[in-house]
């Protein structure tokens, strides 16, 4: 995301232009000894859980950051992190970042990739953007492994577990962007290709075994959720889980070292950990609970995102990963842009460069909402107004005025252009918010209430909706909630990331709206429930001209045109 004109030219030539230090000298800043360390190449490791040390997480600081509602022009929430933790690093605070992975569907779709941008990356920017350590590959072995085994035994009908082949929800998945592969037909082979029916893919990202990888806090932990996995039901409407089918050791050992969380290095040269990467639109949208306690492990600050709005992002970071976890963040900023702010005042996406005062204090009810959902958790937000080369003095000053006359700080941030130089004012609101703390968050809900009840705490205080409408189909799975003793789970909504509501135009703030639910899926071995609202895609498809279009590698391997 362009904020200046640059003179070196796009992310990636910075990326590779910057010079990079050897993993071990990044574990060395922060105490981890070499031996410690699991090498892929010079430059990225994995860590081993052992690091994790519960005395030390009490003791330091986790700084959450999120954003206002997202838009096209785009927000900068992980240039954000990045340069927020370079800034500290700068007033003399000891800080690392802790962020997801990239999935190759956005990266070679639209979106493209997630090692933030300018002077506030996180590198090998290549690396992390495409393969990695390889933990999307296996954690799509693993989902896989248990698609086979449920075809298997629909196929096997000597040791058959009687499965109703229309009551199986579990999908394959794959982490690209691929249209034609949301609903297929399988088991078309004849009598030894297995029993058709129809299936379909997700994208990886979207994997119920990508959210469970990111909040399991062992190898125990990590099999005990995946035999939970509920796969569907027999005729006579006996629950089958993953566990009936022997799936939780397989799987485990597919993803014995993906579980492990990756050190790499930001431009300056400060450690980074990056691991696990659920959609947060679908999914819980944070990183790995032992990633971030493995920061809190190693630094006195820790900061961490979520992904999308701080009404899907943030939410699911403190009512679920959280709730489970204990961990608690001590400040949260919300990253907000002129230009997003104007666009939530109804200015046209071409023309958001144009100064237009109206539209910005127009938009600003957006992130009043958002400022207000996280005081609701108790917790009091630092807004970083992430700078822009078109942007105004007389709009940036509007914003800060609206956040002052809330009661918010709030600071300028030129991360993209200037890296941590230009992050040391929100630096330090950070840490005065940090050092403000009263202490642990509020939930939105009770997680003993009832799903309707829970389910309608989020879209009343958290979206500003008037009521929620439960179409047939949710309240049928309503009854198999219930049915399945599973009623006392948190809630994962899946929602457009584009509006508070259910409704993607919907900008700004809008209230008094119905939320439609349309469904509710059950992830009980990730550990909630997933109110389905408006139409959502856990298979995305690619744009009419693809990012990949602008990839190439030269004769000697060098990679252009990634972002």
Not at 4 to 22: F, M, T, V, Y
Not at 398 to 404: G, P, S, T, Y
Request: aromatic share 6%; glycine share 10%.
């Amino acid at each position: 995301m362009a904020t200046s004109n640059n003179p070196i030219g796009s992310d990636l030539e910075i990326a590779q232009a910057a010079k990079i230090r050897h993993i071990s000298t990044i574990a060395d800043k922060i105490g981890i000894d070499e031996s410690q360390l699991e090498m892929y190449g010079k430059y990225k490791a994995k860590l081993p859980l052992s690091i994790i040390d519960p005395e030390k997480i009490k003791q330091n600081k986790l700084i959450l950051v999120t954003a206002m509602t997202p838009t096209p022009a785009g927000e900068g929430k992980t240039t954000t992190s990045i340069g927020l933790t370079e800034g500290l690093n700068r007033i003399g605070k000891q800080a690392l970042v802790v962020l997801r992975e990239p999935s190759l569907g956005p990266v070679f779709g639209i979106k493209g990739g997630a090692a933030g941008g300018g002077y506030s990356q996180v590198i090998p920017m290549e690396d992390i953007n495409l393969h990695f350590t390889g933990d999307f590959s296996a954690i799509e072995k693993a989902n896989n492994l248990l698609a086979a085994l449920i075809d298997n035994n629909l196929q096997n009908t000597k040791f058959s577990l009687g499965l109703d082949a229309r009551t199986i929800s579990w999908k394959r998945v794959m982490d690209m962007n691929d249209r034609a592969l949301r609903d297929i037909v399988i088991g078309l082979g004849g009598k030894s290709g297995g029993v058709p029916r129809q299936d379909g893919f997700n994208i990886t990202a979207a994997s119920e075994i990508m959210a469970i990888l990111c909040l399991a806090e062992g190898f125990s932990d990590l099999k005990e959720k995946i035999g939970n996995i509920y796969v569907g039901d027999t005729s006579d409407r006996k629950a089958i889980y993953a566990r009936d089918l022997k799936a939780p050791g397989p799987m485990a050992v597919l993803l014995k070292d993906a579980i492990k969380p990756n050190l790499v290095q930001t431009l300056e040269g400060n450690a980074a950990i990056i691991h696990g990467g659920p959609f947060a639109n679908i999914a819980q949208g944070t990183n790995s609970v032992v990633a971030t306690k493995m920061g809190l492990s190693l630094s006195d600050y820790v900061v961490t995102e979520a992904g999308f709005g701080a009404d899907l992002g943030a939410e699911k970071f403190l009512n679920i990963k959280c709730g489970y976890s204990g961990l608690s963040p001590e400040a949260v900023v919300i990253v907000a842009t002129v230009r997003a702010l104007k666009y939530h005042g109804g200015l046209p996406l071409a023309d958001l460069k144009n100064t237009d005062l109206p539209a910005l204090k127009k938009g600003l009810a957006n992130l009043e909402k958002h400022i207000e959902n996280i005081q609701s958790f108790g917790l009091q937000p630092v807004v970083a107004i992430n700078k822009f080369y078109s942007d105004t003095e007389e709009e940036i000053k509007a914003v800060h005025e609206k956040c002052a006359s809330l009661g918010v700080g709030s600071a300028t941030c030129e991360g993209w252009e200037k890296g941590g130089e230009g992050m040391t004012e929100l630096a330090q609101r950070v840490v005065e918010a940090a050092e403000a703390s009263k202490g642990r968050y509020k939930p939105t809900y009770d997680w003993k209430s009832s799903v309707e009840e829970k389910i309608t705490a989020i879209a009343t205080k958290i979206y500003g909706a008037s009521s929620v409408v439960f179409q047939p189909k949710a309240k049928l799975n309503l009854k198999r909630i219930e049915r399945l003793g599973l009623d006392h789970l948190p809630i994962c909504m899946a929602k457009t990331q584009n509006s508070f509501s259910d409704n993607p135009k919907a900008l700004g703030r809008p209230e008094g709206f119905e939320l439609v639910v349309r469904e509710i899926e059950i992830a009980a071995g990730a550990g909630f429930l997933i109110p389905i609202t408006g139409v959502m895609m856990r298979m995305p498809g690619l744009p009419s001209v693809p990012a990949s279009e602008g990839m190439d590698i030269d004769e000697s391997g060098r990679i252009i045109g990634l972002s």
